[in-house]
């Protein structure tokens, strides 16, 4: 099974600044990644997919970039509604796996 | 609009079953792919279950081979999810979710349900 790491599993910033969130494929997996916000007692929403392509309907504040096997969520400018929970996905191969999660907090 | 409503969930004590059930509409179920991915409280996301569009093919992830068993009536726009002899580490959230289609072949959820809660206690 291909192992997925995040770093870090949380991180306090406030509403302007500039975060970004890792996520590490125990093997390589080209662009075969997925990255999803979930809010408390909410389903998860796809933001990224392919490693760097927006979904739908998605702020451009959020962009992913990386190959193979080390990636990033980077949200350029953060908004209230941003403070949440995120989760990557590899989805090269079965069985598909995800990050532990990385919680965004008010500082 | 796309919409996914899973419903079913309870609970159940240990190794009695449950069926979760996933309606779906807003798109043609049969051009789709379909997934359970679960969330024990508090917890990250697990990936369980996937089936082919026409039902030919599914996948489970290891600690439910053999007990859950995914399927699904295209004409009814329904996804199910049976869950046999069940076990407290199965106590989650469990959410049905579509697979987006891709020419490349990367496997990812484009439209999720709110999920339903299965608790397993006794």
């Known amino acids: 099974d291909i192992q997925m790491t995040q770093s870090p599993s949380s991180l306090s910033a406030s509403v302007g600044d500039r975060i970004t969130i890792s996520c590490r494929a125990s093997q390589g997996i080209s662009n075969y990644l997925a990255w999803y916000q979930q809010k408390p007692g909410t389903a998860p929403k796809l933001l990224i997919y392919?490693?760097?392509s927006l979904q739908s309907g998605v702020p451009s504040r959020f962009s992913g970039s990386g190959s193979g096997t080390d990636f990033t969520l980077t949200i350029s400018r953060l908004q209230p509604e941003d403070f949440a929970t995120y989760f990557c996905q590899q989805g090269n191969s079965f069985p598909l796996t995800f990050g532990g999660g990385t919680k965004v907090e008010v500082k | 609009q796309v919409h996914l409503v899973e419903s079913g969930g309870g609970v159940v004590q240990p190794g009695r079953s449950l069926r979760l059930s996933c309606a779906v509409s807003?798109?043609?179920?049969?051009?789709?792919?379909m997934h359970w991915v679960r969330q024990a409280p508090g917890k990250g996301l697990e990936w369980v279950s996937a089936i082919f569009f026409d039902g030919s093919d599914e996948d489970y992830t290891d600690s439910v081979r053999g007990r859950f068993t995914i399927s699904r009536d295209n004409s009814k726009n329904t996804l199910s999810l049976q869950m046999n002899s069940l076990r407290a580490e199965d106590t989650a959230v469990y959410y049905c979710a579509r697979e987006r289609p891709s020419v490349t072949g990367i496997f990812f959820f484009d439209y999720w349900g709110q999920g339903t809660l299965v608790t397993v206690s006794s």
């Open positions: 807003g798109f043609t179920l049969s051009d789709y792919d």
């Open positions: 392919a490693a760097s």
